[in-house]
């Protein structure tokens, strides 16, 4: 069964820093995979998805994440922070070649920037 | 482009009655809808896919009686949760699969706040 495991439930860095979100998830074929942005009492928002075109996948308000095999990871990365990426963010996993897959969500992780 | 919308965004009942939640995709069809609950500060879990014109498929230890979902369109979805009970607050969110469309990619309502008294 596919899974995703995000590593840290909050984290907060200062405004400018580097933003580091770590997800690693369990498949048994390169999934797909997404990242998704949650502001309080909304929806998701998708920020970027790894569809194997390439491993490197930019996404909106500046982030990117990086799909390593070898690593089984798929970490969301901005390099400066801004106080309106504080949110809450879930890694996501779907199987490749369904029509109907669903999307399993990771747990989580709180992201605070600090002024 | 693939804008769902949900109705109503919070809602209030007592105990005993029936709440109904409305899921559309207002500009593309969606064979496909998902619902989903989330509770605070927690992740989504998935409560059921609905297929346009057929039963939905509900996860383990969802309740079907208790949630009841029809998609009789391929721009509506809805979720009935009958005879709501305190327990049944929370948020819950929908989301729509493009017909056709690559990568599973779901659209995400703005989610209902449901709160039971």
């Known amino acids: 069964a596919q899974s995703v495991t995000q590593l840290g439930s909050h984290v907060s860095v200062s405004e400018g820093a580097l933003v580091l979100l770590r997800c690693n998830y369990s498949s048994s074929v390169p999934p797909y995979l997404f990242w998704y942005v949650q502001y309080p009492n909304q929806g998701l928002q998708l920020l970027l998805k790894y569809t194997s075109a390439a491993t490197l996948v930019k996404g909106i308000n500046g982030f990117e994440a990086e799909f390593k095999k070898s690593e089984t990871s798929f970490h969301l990365t901005k390099p400066s922070a801004h106080m309106s990426d504080a949110a809450e963010y879930f890694c996501?996993?779907?199987?490749?070649?369904?029509?109907?897959?669903?999307?399993?969500f990771g747990s989580g992780t709180r992201l605070s920037i600090r002024p | 482009g693939a804008v769902v919308s949900q109705h109503p965004s919070w809602v209030i009942c007592k105990s005993g009655t029936s709440v109904k939640i409305e899921c559309r995709s207002l500009?593309?069809?969606?064979?496909?809808m998902f619902w989903y609950r989330q509770f605070p500060k927690q992740s989504l879990m998935l409560m059921a896919t609905?297929?346009?014109?057929?039963?939905?498929?509900?996860e383990q230890g969802v309740e079907k009686d208790k949630f009841l979902i029809n998609h009789a369109s391929l721009t509506l979805s809805t979720l009935t949760v009958t005879s709501a009970h305190p327990e049944d607050s929370s948020f819950y969110i929908c989301?729509?699969?493009?017909?056709?469309?690559?990568?599973?990619?779901?659209?995400f309502g703005p989610g209902t706040r449901l709160t039971v008294l």
């Open positions: 989301s729509a699969r493009l017909a056709g469309g690559p990568f599973n990619e779901q659209f």
């Open positions: 609905s297929n346009e014109g057929s039963k939905a498929t509900y």
């Open positions: 500009d593309f069809q969606a064979t496909t």
């Open positions: 996501a996993v779907s199987e490749v070649g369904s029509s109907a897959s669903k999307i399993i």
